[in-house]
């Protein structure tokens, strides 16, 4: 069965006086029908970026200069600019960090849903109304005939976030991409949310990327997981292999240094330095730097190759467990 979606070889850069900076970096990975993949790693390892990559948000000085993104086969780096504005938030839909980025602060939220859902679909007001009232409800937004009729500003953040997020399921696209919509919200609503994107995806067949820097929430929420370092693709897999047996040293380092997994009383794991800049990015591999196992073979860049079920890019995988028990 084909992937819903299949990114090959993407490489997105930004041009700019100091030099190139290679964001997005040869990475590849496909998500299937109904299955949530994780894509995880530090601040500036290139995660939202391969989000907007895919959703063709990249501006000026950026560029999406190689690469395939296939969506159902079809590749949407070829569609002409009016056929992709169809697609996104019809076919692929994106829930931002900063809900405003979705929400417009001068309109109501009903009329933002409605024309949310008339735009990509061919049903009346009224239907398409008691769509938008179905998905607030469905993100646990109580009230939700009176919330309709307010403004954004008239919400608190983590509730504006929820509506950002009912905007994206009105549609019931067959992609959706997360780049942490849950950060802002507390626990209780979160494991809300998290409950009810699993549940979409495995009931309407959904594809769903989770972009976070948070393990477990991955661990509890997706079934594949990808880890980026500087712009690549460094370890992917099964959530449950890769997280507890992972093979790359950033893999294995970003894992140890979770405080569950601390010690009491000891000083927090970390690993040393600190991410390297995109555009001045030593040759080989660009962990070598960062880790101990690094040799003179490691200024070569390491191709993704198999080892144990998962793809990795390291010359000298990791054998042992990260420190502190089970994941």
Known sequence: MAATLQVEN????????????????????????????????ESGSGKSMTGYSI??????????VGGRILLNGRDLRLLPAEEMRTIRGNRIAMIFQDPMMTLNPVLRIDTQMIEAVRA????????ALAMA???LVRVGIAAPDERLQAYPHQFSGGMRQ??????ALLNKPDLI???EPTTALDVTIQGQILFEMQKLCRESGTALIWITHDLSVV??????????????????GDVAQVLMQPRHPYTHGLIASAPSR??????????PGSTPSLLTLPSGCSFRDRCARATGECVETPETRIVDGRALRCFHPMTEAPPGGAA
């Open 262 to 271: 601390n010690p009491p009383g000891q000083p927090l794991r970390q690993i």
């Open 162 to 167: 929820r509506v950002a997020i009912a905007i």
């Open 120 to 127: 990509h679909q061919d049903v009346g007001k009224h239907a």
């Open 219 to 236: 661990a509890g929420l997706a079934d594949t997981v990808s880890v980026m370092y500087a712009g690549r693709i460094v370890e992917s």
């Open 177 to 179: 991409i997360c780049d």
């Open 55 to 64: 959703m063709g948000l990249i501006d000026e000085p950026g560029q999406v």
């Open 10 to 41: 993407l490489q997105t850069h930004f041009f700019s006086r100091g030099g190139i900076a290679r964001a997005v970096d040869d990475v590849s990975f496909a998500v299937q029908r109904g299955e949530v993949m994780g894509l995880v790693g």
């Open 133 to 135: 009232r179905d998905a």
